[in-house]
């Protein structure tokens, strides 16, 4: 165990080597600075050790276009069991350790679930000591910093890493060399350590940086052409510029493209450089010895690129390559909206790697002489195969390509068998398993809620439960303690003090800390009905209006939410919740009784903050849109109360905690698609009390859009639809009433502070099923059968 001593004297050498300074004359950046090289130093032998080990045995690698890690320095502090000797250390020096954390950025590497999912795989496979790699891109300035002015979002560029980032270690000897049919470039990886908890073992998320494989042309800069001799430069600095650059010209959408075979092309090269190195060069064994989990369909082009560094660069045969690429490959699905499961034109492929496109074009006509064989109708092939109006498939191409083709959540994944992917499921069935999401239980809620996690671990006898979370089943006895109950009261209102403070000196707004902290925290898309949550507030609003002596608990109804710059429904979104807010936090006959409040800049940092002080979850989705959440999960780790739908992973936790312990509201999802056949949502504007009250605020006047149109398009959409869209495709004014009644019952269940306490409880107890340490277990265990390799 290392002391605070020692730590002590590693800052120092630190600060020395790096700034030249003394501990008592460093800034608080360059402090922290030279604490988090500290501990990559202390870590740096068994992160070497274990990556060794890996290169011996079987493993996985992980691809995925995002990884939301949020802050490492106190996530590897607790995992390595050093926070109280770094407390200690740091406070000799006149710091403390919570007000250094500020110091760090959070890694502006991913945007919403997608991201913080890889994030939890990553942690559970170091704390279970499974041989797997993460791989992605280190993004410059992530997708964006999310300002707002006058209610509308701006995006401004997330400068997370230009003074430097400790807990990213480049290596310079293992780039690699990224062909375009336009340039060629230098993929340079930055590893970035992941500590388990409890264990010496230390995996590595590699992040691919582009440099060019050209320096400028010094003959164009002499001639001061200044401009042209950097072009080039500015190109390749476009790659790893920014997360999911706006697609909405076709120059966005060949820079999508370039960016996800950027980043796989360099992954598969360093994986077949080590195997070489470790097994020697005959890559026969190759799909023996590696598995790798596509995360969605943004690194399928892995599929065509392992083939070609097979057949061009290995000298294999086609049929060999193949055999071995689709014993390699595994598929996760995360989405049934069409939206998602990218289509790229194929003159883009064209354009940037026509190899590649080959390759892809005889995947195709494999694909068709294989389901010819098994007897398949044309039409239907046709509507199957990778390749199809001037359009490449990726979803298509993945589950042709992969060997296992999983979902996310138990409904998800039965939608994929009956709708999205039935034609496919119905052909290979045994490609076909469900692998329920989970969040890591160190972060979200050991870290994040330490409080908690002291009286979970006062309860428990010891910690175990950090790595083995349904042995908290066994507390589930203490509902009847009434003690244990008023001390979780007391846990959750210290987190919600903590969160109202941090809300008044971050957005400048004054909550109460006893009302109901009612959260939707959560990407802003139309299918998580964000616009539902805002309609229901208005009218909570409009009857207090009307009667001031409403007998309502106090409720704060708190919204973060970024939209894609391009998405201009989703910025509409935020600004009518922003109007909202001004509305009823102005009025004084209202805002005693509820008020609003949008958290700008939503990133795992405020949600650290966020999830502990919560009361209520909002997972409000339109049923059957929503693969699986997985914040729902998070909120129920730190007893928040789920409402929401029967969707996603919404199912398993009300499964798990009975409908009495959640509120669950709306129609199940094969009823839903029965009702939408007929549905017209101008019934429920006209007939549904107080709904046309609040719709008609988007084109009456009483909110202002400043001209844009935003509101106008929003009341559009819900009454009217549009030549491509029918009317209200999310469902919004369809559950309007069913929504208001389940929130209505959570006003009546928060009365007694005991009851929701028990509540609670149960939520917290039972949510072991929903750590990933038991999704990883599934995939090590079902997919990549990757054994522990402890050090």
Known sequence: MITANQIKDKIAIQLKAEYARQPETATAFEFWTALSRSVVEILAENWENSTAKYNQVRQAHYFSAEFLEGRSLVNNLVNLNMYEAVREAVATFGYDLTTLEEQENDAALGNGGLGRLAACFLDSCSTLNLPVTGYGILYRYGLFRQGIDNGFQKEFPDVWMEKGYPFVVRRDADKMLIHYQDMDVFAVPYDMPITG?????????????????????FNLFNSQRFDDAVLARNRVNDIFRVLYPNDTSYDGKVLRVRQQYFFVSASLQSIIRDHKRAHGNDLTNFAALHSIQLNDTHPVVGIPELMRLLIDENGMTWDAAWAITTQTFAYTNHTVMAEALEKWDISIFQFLFPRVLEIIGQIDAKFRSDLQAKGVQYDRINYLAPMGDGKIRMAWLAVYGAFSVNGVAALHTNILKQDTLRDFFEIWPEKFSNKTNGVTPRRWLRTCNPELSSLLTKLNGDESWVTHLDKLAVLEKYTADESVMRSFLDIKRQSKVKLAAYIARVEGVQIDPDSIFDVQ????HEYKRQLLNALDVLDTYFQLKDNPSLDLVPRT????????????KAKATIKFINEIARLVNNDNDANKKIKVVFMRNYNVSRAEVIFPASDLSEQISTVGLEASGTGNMKFMMNGALTIGTYDGANIEIADSVGPENCFIFGQKVEEFYASKSYYNPQWQYNNISGLKRVLDTLVDGTFNDEGTGMFQDLFNGLING?????ADPFYVLGDFEDYRRARKATDLAYRDQLSWARKCWVNIVRSGHFSSDRTIREYADEIWHVEATKL
């Open 197 to 217: 908890f409890g264990t010496n073992n230390v995996n590595t998320l590699r992040l691919w940086r582009a440099e060019p494989a050209e320096e400028f042309d």
């Open 521 to 524: 925290i959560k990407r802003l």
């Open 557 to 568: 109804y708190i919204f973060a939410a970024k939209a894609a710059p391009g998405y201009f």
């Open 722 to 726: 549009s030549n491509w869209q029918p």
